[in-house]
């Protein structure tokens, strides 16, 4: 039998990879003459990295970049298996978890660091780009990436404007001539697993603002100041990056990486699938196992266990998920390609309790739901 294991993270206790290596002995404790085939996934936020450098036989690079309030971080990055493909995420440059919560403020936030750490991506060989876009400390629709990358941001007066949200207001002008030109030719694919556009009620400022620190004042502010960026964007740039679905993402990030990178923004579990070439390990396997921290009425909407599952029925190999927790509407993923999905937790247990010995509950969980499937799979192989 062969099993293929690709599972997301299971956030605040296992890694990807972690995950997929606990489901491995799962997989041996029930047929130890499987074949195994670990393939860690992720959809664009954190952990995007790990998760293709594991699966692609990959390398780690490092670069210090301008992280959110300006101060240099130590930003890593990753080189996949093929040698031209980069990963990153936003967040190693301009996250949430870099700034503490008293500093906290989408005002003065930028996401230079972002495009100082593309360029790192490009200048250590890569033709193609992930970008990961998760988890931000910003909201300035990505005029910082833009700023990194050659592009002059002017006020009335010629000068640069100052980095952050409410500082977009200022901007009269784009001047594109310093792009820099190690750009051409680089393909930068955007993991995007949502679809706010740039403005509005459901825009980046009012869905995400409080998250990073803006009062109902500022989330107003910053709303208004990205309305008036994309009016230049559009103007100056000839791209409309307004109303388009992701164009919120992350602050603004997705449209600014439309803008100033000519990204294409993507399903970010659509992209690790190609990038680690899930649908050919898939192709002669008996069975796929996924699984991520919780399984709700919205992963049928596109989080990574739907992901991977719907791609392994279009195969026709079977796939049972494995969850920390199982809530309202979990039943939904049933008709999204996950054919049984199982909590890990074998007993009344507490959360910190359940992400403490998460490790050995998936293995146990995994080891039962696989005996489950042999019971059905050997009578069907049989003589």
Same mark, same amino acid.
């Given at each position: 039998?062969?099993?293929?294991?690709?599972?997301?993270?299971?956030?605040?206790?296992?890694?990807?990879?972690?995950?997929?290596?606990?489901?491995?002995?799962?997989?041996?404790?029930?047929?130890?003459?499987?074949?195994?085939?670990?393939?860690?996934?992720?959809?664009?936020?954190?952990?995007?990295?790990?998760?293709?450098?594991?699966?692609?036989?990959?390398?780690y690079r490092q670069t210090r970049v301008s992280g959110p309030l300006g101060e240099p971080v130590l930003a890593s990055f990753g080189l996949l298996g093929d040698g031209q493909t980069?990963?990153?995420?936003?967040?190693?440059?301009?996250?949430?978890?870099?700034?503490?919560?008293?500093?906290?403020?989408?005002?003065?936030?930028?996401?230079?660091?972002?495009?100082?750490?593309?360029?790192?991506?490009?200048?250590?060989?890569?033709?193609?780009?992930?970008?990961?876009?998760?988890?931000?400390?910003?909201?300035?629709?990505?005029?910082?990436?833009?700023?990194?990358?050659?592009?002059?941001?002017?006020?009335?007066?010629?000068?640069?404007?100052?980095?952050?949200?409410?500082?977009?207001?200022?901007?009269?002008?784009?001047?594109?001539?310093?792009?820099?030109?190690?750009?051409?030719?680089?393909?930068?694919?955007?993991?995007?697993?949502?679809?706010?556009?740039?403005?509005?009620?459901?825009?980046a400022s009012a869905v995400y603002g409080p998250q990073k620190g803006a009062s109902p004042a500022m989330v107003e502010t910053l709303d208004n100041n990205l309305g008036h960026f994309a009016a230049i964007v559009e103007r100056d740039l000839g791209v409309a990056i307004k109303d388009q679905p992701g164009s919120g993402a992350a602050g603004g990030l997705?449209?600014?990486?439309?803008?100033?990178?000519?990204?294409?923004?993507?399903?970010?579990?659509?992209?690790?699938?190609?990038?680690?070439?899930?649908?050919?390990?898939?192709?002669?396997?008996?069975?796929?196992?996924?699984?991520?921290?919780?399984?709700?009425? +919205?992963?049928?909407?596109?989080?990574?266990?739907?992901?991977?599952?719907?791609?392994?029925?279009?195969?026709?190999?079977?796939?049972?998920?494995?969850?920390?927790?199982?809530?309202?509407?979990?039943?939904?993923?049933?008709?999204?390609?996950?054919?049984?999905?199982?909590?890990?937790?074998?007993?009344?247990?507490?959360?910190?309790?359940?992400?403490? +010995?998460?490790?050995?509950?998936?293995?146990?969980?995994?080891?039962?739901?696989?005996?489950?499937?042999?019971?059905?799979?050997?009578?069907?192989?049989?003589?």
């Amino acid at each position: 039998m062969r099993v293929v294991i690709a599972p997301d993270k299971f956030k605040e206790s296992l890694s990807a990879l972690q995950a997929a290596e606990a489901m491995a002995r799962g997989v041996v404790a029930a047929a130890p003459e499987a074949s195994i085939d670990l393939a860690p996934m992720a959809d664009g936020g954190e952990g995007t990295v790990d998760a293709l450098v594991a699966a692609t036989g990959g390398s780690y690079r490092q670069t210090r970049v301008s992280g959110p309030l300006g101060e240099p971080v130590l930003a890593s990055f990753g080189l996949l298996g093929d040698g031209q493909t980069a990963v990153i995420e936003m967040a190693a440059a301009s996250g949430l978890v870099l700034v503490s919560h008293e500093r906290r403020n989408p005002l003065v936030t930028t996401t230079r660091g972002t495009g100082e750490l593309l360029l790192a991506a490009i200048a250590a060989g890569a033709r193609r780009v992930i970008v990961g876009i998760g988890g931000s400390a910003t909201n300035d629709g990505g005029a910082g990436l833009g700023q990194a990358l050659g592009f002059r941001l002017l006020d009335a007066d010629g000068h640069d404007i100052k980095p952050g949200g409410g500082h977009l207001n200022h901007l009269a002008r784009i001047d594109p001539s310093g792009r820099r030109p190690e750009l051409d030719g680089v393909e930068v694919s955007i993991a995007c697993d949502v679809t706010n556009p740039l403005c509005g009620p459901r825009g980046a400022s009012a869905v995400y603002g409080p998250q990073k620190g803006a009062s109902p004042a500022m989330v107003e502010t910053l709303d208004n100041n990205l309305g008036h960026f994309a009016a230049i964007v559009e103007r100056d740039l000839g791209v409309a990056i307004k109303d388009q679905p992701g164009s919120g993402a992350a602050g603004g990030l997705g449209g600014g990486l439309v803008a100033f990178a000519a990204g294409k923004l993507e399903p970010g579990v659509n992209l690790v699938i190609e990038a680690v070439e899930l649908a050919e390990r898939l192709k002669d396997a008996d069975l796929c196992l996924t699984g991520e921290g919780a399984i709700d009425d +919205q992963s049928a909407f596109g989080k990574t266990a739907v992901g991977v599952s719907r791609l392994a029925r279009s195969i026709g190999c079977p796939t049972l998920a494995l969850t920390g927790t199982i809530k309202p509407g979990a039943e939904a993923v049933l008709a999204e390609g996950i054919d049984a999905y199982f909590s890990i937790c074998d007993r009344p247990i507490s959360l910190d309790e359940a992400k403490a +010995q998460a490790s050995l509950l998936l293995e146990r969980a995994t080891e039962q739901a696989v005996r489950a499937f042999l019971a059905g799979w050997r009578h069907s192989h049989s003589p």
